[in-house]
């Protein structure tokens, strides 16, 4: 099955603390079902201290589950959408936004 959500793009959040913030995807785990949205789910993290890096507490992203999030429009990039699938004449499949028909880059 195609991914709907990829590496790279806005989304939306759905649900939790962190609600209604917007942020780009940094990584996707298919397996898990999760993705890592910059600068959403800050979590605190006690470091220990290394030769490379210096210990105390990090604030970092923590993954969301993929259900959480939504593509934001590429159009106005307000409001949510669904993401659908679309073949071109030349034969390659990408991926449309549903509510304002935009091909998204990817």
């Known amino acids: 099955m195609a991914a709907k959500i990829k590496k790279g793009d806005k989304v939306?959040?759905?649900?939790?603390?962190?609600?209604?913030?917007?942020?780009?995807?940094v990584e996707v785990n298919p397996r898990e079902e999760r993705v890592l949205v910059r600068g959403v789910n800050m979590v605190s993290r006690h470091q220990r201290q290394t030769p490379q890096q210096q210990g105390g507490i990090i604030r970092k992203e923590a993954p969301v589950h993929i259900s959480n999030v939504a593509l934001a429009d590429p159009k106005d990039g307000k409001k949510t959408t669904r993401v659908g699938f679309k073949i071109l004449k030349d034969g390659r499949k990408v991926r449309v936004a549903l509510r304002s028909g935009e091909q998204i880059d990817g």
Do not use: N
């Not at 939306?12 to 995807?25: A, H, P, S």
């Open 12 to 25: 939306i959040l759905l649900t939790g603390r962190d609600k209604g913030k917007r942020g780009e995807v």
